[in-house]
């Protein structure tokens, strides 16, 4: 079945330094892909989404692209902040007709001052 | 505040104990989505509607699960004889549209704990 691996976390990182989240899938068909983030203490929320290959999401300074030859969807973001703290979830949406999603298991993110 | 919201947002029972979730979705979606969130991991699918029919079930939705949304609005799960391993946050989410790429709007969550 259509899944979604990412890295494990705790990350730790200093402010200003350049992050990533590996994500890689497995799915049958074409899915469209999506990044969401949890805040401490709130709902998750949309981060960003790309749905065909080579497409590149965007928001908040993150960026992520499609890469079907290499099944990934890789988060990045060039300088973090502090408030860039929370819990990351890589997640996809097959196009078979179905609206089943599947997520990963999510990568908590510290940034220290 | 036009979010999704569920309620209760937590609840304790005991086990054999049914156990009924609200959500009510941003107004005029027409897309619901249940989920269930355990520690450390992420959302399982568990079921969605589109307007008032449900379209998808996952096979983690025993016969001890229902979810309805009579009048495609607000959306019920209920969890009969609940056991320890119900013990997980239930997430609603709503969308509008037609195409899967449509944005996903999540609630607070309902936090179950069974005893």
């Known amino acids: 079945g259509d899944s979604v691996t990412q890295m494990e976390g705790p990350v730790t990182l200093s402010e200003e330094a350049f992050l990533t989240i590996n994500c890689t899938y497995t799915a049958t068909g074409y899915p469209s892909l999506f990044w969401y983030v949890q805040y401490p203490g709130e709902g998750l929320q949309l981060l960003l989404k790309a749905t065909k290959a080579d497409d590149k999401g965007s928001n908040k300074g993150f960026e992520a692209t499609y890469r079907k030859e290499t099944t990934s969807f890789h988060l990045e973001k060039g300088s973090v902040q502090v408030s860039d703290s929370a819990v990351y979830f890589c997640a996809l949406t097959e196009n078979t007709g179905g609206f089943k999603t599947i997520f990963g298991a999510g990568t908590r993110l510290f940034v220290k001052a | 505040d036009t979010g999704v919201s569920q309620d209760p947002r937590h609840k304790i029972t005991k086990r054999g104990q049914n156990v009924t979730f609200r959500c009510d979705p941003i107004?005029?979606?027409?897309?619901l989505y249940w989920y269930r969130q355990t520690l450390g991991q992420g959302p399982e699918f568990l079921t969605y509607?589109?307007?008032?029919?449900?379209?998808?079930k996952s096979r983690l939705l025993s016969d001890r699960f229902s979810a309805e949304r009579p009048k495609g609005s607000f959306s019920t799960l209920e969890i009969q004889r609940t056991e320890q391993g119900d013990s997980a946050m239930y997430l609603c989410a709503s969308s509008l549209g037609q195409r899967i790429q449509e944005t996903q709007y999540f609630g607070p969550g309902t936090r179950l704990l069974v005893l």
């Open positions: 107004s005029e979606h027409n897309r």
């Open positions: 509607f589109q307007n008032e029919a449900q379209l998808e």
